[in-house]
Nanobody, 125 residues
């Protein structure tokens, strides 16, 4: 059974930083592209960032480019999202996802096979 477990969310002031982690079990992590998405109340789920198998390929939504960094440690089956210069509009539940069929990853949530439950990030102004 595949499980993705996110952690690291919390309450932070605008301009602050958080580091999210997502640890996977039950799949060959090094052969899965990983993505981060977020969903704010009343809004659709949106793409944040994705990373390929080896970590050498990354891609970001325009809204987070230059502020967020996605990385992975295949030895620990974990993907990270370092979030700096946080803004109130970053407030959302952040979810990680695994795509077994892509080497580089994708921004389309329908392509992902497995999802975590999410971790809440709240940025106060």
């Amino acid at each position: 059974q595949v499980q993705l477990v996110e952690s690291g969310g919390g309450l932070v002031q605008a301009g602050g930083s958080l580091r999210l982690s997502c640890t996977a079990s039950g799949l060959t992590f090094s052969n899965a592209a990983m993505g981060w998405f977020h969903q704010a109340p009343g809004k659709e789920r949106e793409f944040v960032a994705h990373i390929g198998w080896t970590g050498s390929w990354t891609y970001y939504a325009d809204s987070v480019k230059g502020r967020f960094t996605i990385s992975r440690d295949n030895a620990k089956n974990t993907v990270y999202l370092q979030m700096n210069s946080l803004k109130p509009e970053d407030t959302a539940v952040y979810l990680c996802a695994a795509d077994r069929n892509s080497v580089r990853g994708t921004s389309y949530d329908a392509n992902y096979d497995y999802w975590g439950q999410g971790t809440q990030v709240t940025v106060s102004s």
